[in-house]
């Protein structure tokens, strides 16, 4: 075979074999997706609460504890009184650390925590639960 045929298979099987940019799990906003964030505390569920509303952080394309920093975050959401999670709209298939602060008012104290989450999901809604502690 010459050069030219070589180097023009090999353009071929280099192009089809790149995935598109779009067709990546780049966490972050701008997409169809929708998390609902549950903070639960043992059994029980973390409420909004008319003067405390449950809080979550955001950090996009990222699975590891970005710290206690919240300016580190890219994103800050605020649960709707009455409710009992926190809804996270337009965000893209991905990695993201999600930090969960709320008030657990059974015992009567503010509880945190956080998990690393991926989903390829690129619209629609999921569910995440954050299991959170004093």
């Known amino acids: 075979m010459n050069r030219r045929k ?3 298979l090999l ?3 280099f192009i089809f074999s790149c995935k598109k940019a779009e067709d990546k799990c780049i966490g972050g906003s701008g997409g169809s997706l929708t998390l609902k964030v549950y903070l639960q505390h043992s059994e029980h569920a973390v409420v909004n609460l008319k003067n405390y509303r449950d809080t979550v952080y955001i950090k996009y394309n990222d699975k590891e504890f970005p710290g206690y920093d919240l300016s580190a975050y890219d994103a800050t959401l605020i649960g709707e009184w009455p409710g009992d999670y926190v809804t996270v709209p337009n965000l893209k ?3 993201y650390f999600i930090y969960g602060v709320g008030y657990e008012s059974v ?3 503010r509880v945190v925590g ?3 989450f991926t989903t390829d999901k690129k619209e629609g ?3 995440v639960t ?3 502690s004093e």
């Open 125 to 127: 809604e999921v569910s």
């Open 107 to 109: 015992h009567g104290y």
């Open 11 to 13: 353009a071929l099987i």
């Open 130 to 132: 954050i299991p959170v």
């Open 114 to 116: 956080g998990i690393p």
């Open 6 to 8: 070589i180097f023009s």
């Open 93 to 95: 298939c991905g990695n």
